[in-house]
C-alpha cells in the first residue's frame, strides 16, 4: 500500500477535510498561496530598525547590539508601574487555528494574545534566547492583538523575530510608532500556559490583601468560606494539622465549627473553595500557628511535608500553602519542601514570620525567604505581639505605630527581597492578638509611604516602593465581628497605591 494519497484520492480527501471543519466551526487554509502567508506581522524582525508596526509602553528601542538573527532587537525595560509592552494589531480570520512565536531573553518575558484569542506563555528567564511559542483559534471577531511584555520592576528584555503564522492582513506600518495616551499593559498578569511561576502568581492583583479563615472557634463570628467578602485576595485556612509521621500535615474540618455553621461539611467546604476561586480569590491551606507543632529538620520530613501539602492541594484544590511556624524553622530543608509543592501545583506560596525572625539575614526565616526568593509570592510578616524592636536605621520603634511598620519592613528589602514580595501582617481588631493593635488607617499610611513616600511618620525610607505589596490580617472572622473595618479601608487604600 501507498504511504502517501494517490492524486487521484486527493480531491476526495479535501473534501473530506473541509467537511470536518466546516462541522467543527473552523476555517482551513489548504493549498491556496493567497489565503495564508508565512508570517502576517509588521517589522517582526524590527530590521527597519525602527518601532515601526508596533506600539509601545514605557521606555522601549530597537537596538543592533544584540539580535537573535539579523542585525536588530526589540530591547523594553519595566518599571515599576509598567511592564513594558509592546503589541501589534493584526486582521485575521475568524474559527481559524494560527501560531504565534518569538526569541525572546529576559527574565519573566510573556508572549500573548488578545482579542479575539486570549492566550500567553512567559518565560522565568535564562542564559541567552528561547524561544516562545503558543498555538490558538481565533473566535468569531477578526480583530487580534500579539503583544510582548516585561514585568514591574524587573529588568530590560530583548525580543525579536516575532511571527504570526496563519491567513489574514498585516497591519498598514508607519514611519514610527505610534504611542497610547493610556497604557495598555494589564495591571495583573495574564493567564498562563506555562507550568512555572511569575513574581506575581498567575492572576493575583499587583497589591493584595490576606486574611486567615479560622478553621475552628474562639469568640470570632463563624464564617462559611464562600461568606468572605472578595476585598481578601487570598485567604488562608487555618490551620493544617500535625500528623504522626514526622513533617506530615492533614486538614480535617473542625467539627465545633461545623456544628456552630448549621452542619457546614467537608463538601460543602471544598465547594466554597471553588466557589471563591471562581471570584478571582486564591485559598492556601496555612502550616502553624500558635499551637502549631510541625517540624522539618531533615530530608525525609521535608518529603513527608511537601507530599502531604501536595496531596492537600489534590484533594481541595488549594491554590498554595502558608508558612506560619512559630516553633523555628531549617531554611534548608523548609526550602527542599516548597520547591516541591511549587512543582506540584502548590503556586502561591506565602509567609508569617514574626518580626524576630526577620530582623537579620543570618535568621532561619529570612534565609528560607532568600532562599526560594524565585517562586515566593509575598512575606506578611506579623507585626504585633512583638513590643519594640530595631528598624532598618538602627532605631528602636515600639508595636502600633507607622513607624514600626515601615522601619521594620525596610529591612527586609535592604536584605534582599523584592517590594512586591513584602507585606504588613497586622490584627484586625484590637481581639485578635494581645497588643500590636493599630488603626486600619495607620496601615494604610505606612503602605502610602512606602509605596509613595507620603504618609510616613518619623522614619521615612531612602526610596519609594510602588510594587510593594500590600497587608495580611488575622484574622478574617476577627474583622467580621468588626463588621470588616481593616478589610474595608485596607482594600480601599490598596486601590490606591501605584
Not at 101 to 113: C, E
Not at 217 to 226: Q, V
Not at 360 to 389: E, P
Request: net charge negative.
Amino acid at each position: 500500500m501507498s504511504p502517501h494519497p494517490s492524486p487521484r484520492r486527493l480531491p476526495a480527501l479535501v473534501s473530506l477535510l473541509a467537511s470536518v471543519a466546516l462541522a467543527l466551526g473552523v476555517t482551513l487554509a489548504l493549498g491556496t498561496t493567497s489565503a495564508s502567508a508565512a508570517n502576517i506581522l509588521a517589522n517582526p524582525g524590527f530590521e527597519s530598525g525602527s518601532l515601526s508596526g508596533w506600539t509601545c509602553t514605557g521606555t522601549s528601542s530597537v537596538v543592533s547590539t544584540q539580535a537573535h538573527d539579523g542585525s536588530h532587537s526589540l530591547s523594553a525595560a519595566p518599571s515599576g508601574s509598567d511592564t513594558g509592552q509592546c503589541s501589534q494589531q493584526v486582521t485575521v480570520q475568524p474559527n481559524t487555528a494560527y501560531k504565534l512565536s518569538a526569541w525572546v531573553q529576559g527574565s519573566y518575558v510573556y508572549l500573548g494574545v488578545s482579542g479575539s484569542a486570549v492566550q500567553n506563555t512567559w518565560t522565568p528567564g535564562a542564559t541567552g534566547w528561547q524561544q516562545l511559542s503558543l498555538s490558538f483559534t481565533t473566535g468569531s471577531s477578526t480583530s487580534l492583538t500579539v503583544y510582548l511584555h516585561g514585568w514591574y520592576g524587573q529588568p530590560a528584555y530583548l525580543a525579536d523575530d516575532v511571527s504570526l503564522d496563519g491567513p489574514g492582513t498585516p497591519p498598514t506600518t508607519s514611519a514610527s510608532p505610534t504611542t497610547p495616551t493610556t497604557p495598555t499593559t494589564p495591571t495583573t498578569p495574564p493567564t498562563t500556559t506555562t507550568t512555572s511561576t511569575p513574581p506575581h502568581n498567575g492572576d493575583l492583583p499587583k497589591h493584595i490583601l490576606t486574611g486567615y479563615w479560622q478553621n475552628f472557634d474562639n469568640g470570632a463570628k463563624t464564617l462559611k468560606l464562600a461568606d468572605v467578602p472578595t476585598t481578601y485576595n487570598v485567604i488562608a485556612i487555618a490551620f493544617a494539622d500535625a500528623t504522626t509521621t514526622p513533617g506530615a500535615v492533614s486538614f480535617t474540618l473542625d467539627p465545633a465549627l461545623s456544628s456552630k455553621l448549621g452542619g457546614y461539611t467537608d463538601a460543602q467546604f471544598r465547594a466554597d473553595i471553588k466557589t471563591v476561586q471562581a471570584r478571582g480569590q486564591k485559598v492556601i491551606i496555612s502550616v502553624g500557628g500558635e499551637k502549631g507543632t510541625i517540624s522539618v529538620g531533615d530530608s525525609q520530613s521535608a518529603s513527608n511535608f511537601a507530599n502531604s501539602v501536595k496531596q492537600l492541594i489534590s484533594t481541595y484544590g488549594f491554590d498554595g500553602v502558608d508558612i506560619d511556624l512559630e516553633n523555628g524553622i531549617n531554611a534548608t530543608y523548609m526550602g527542599q519542601a516548597l520547591r516541591s509543592i511549587h512543582d506540584g501545583g502548590g503556586s502561591v506560596i506565602t509567609m508569617a514570620p514574626q518580626t524576630i525572625d526577620m530582623q537579620s539575614t543570618q535568621g532561619g526565616y529570612f534565609q528560607l525567604a532568600l532562599n526560594v526568593k524565585d517562586i515566593l509570592t509575598v512575606v506578611n510578616m506579623q507585626y504585633y505581639n512583638s513590643g519594640a524592636m530595631n528598624g532598618c536605621n538602627g532605631n528602636v520603634y515600639s508595636q502600633g505605630t507607622v513607624d514600626f511598620l515601615t522601619a521594620l519592613s525596610c529591612i527586609q528589602l535592604q536584605g534582599g527581597l523584592r517590594a512586591d514580595q513584602v507585606a504588613f501582617g497586622l490584627p484586625s481588631s484590637g481581639s485578635a492578638a494581645g497588643g500590636g493593635y493599630q488603626s486600619p488607617s495607620n496601615v494604610v499610611s505606612a503602605m502610602n509611604c512606602m509605596a509613595k513616600g507620603t504618609g510616613c511618620a518619623s522614619f521615612k525610607p531612602s526610596t519609594t516602593y510602588p510594587e510593594f505589596r500590600g497587608a495580611m490580617t488575622w484574622s478574617i472572622n476577627w474583622d467580621a465581628s468588626n463588621g470588616y473595618s481593616f478589610a474595608n479601608t485596607v482594600s480601599a487604600g490598596l486601590k490606591n497605591l501605584p
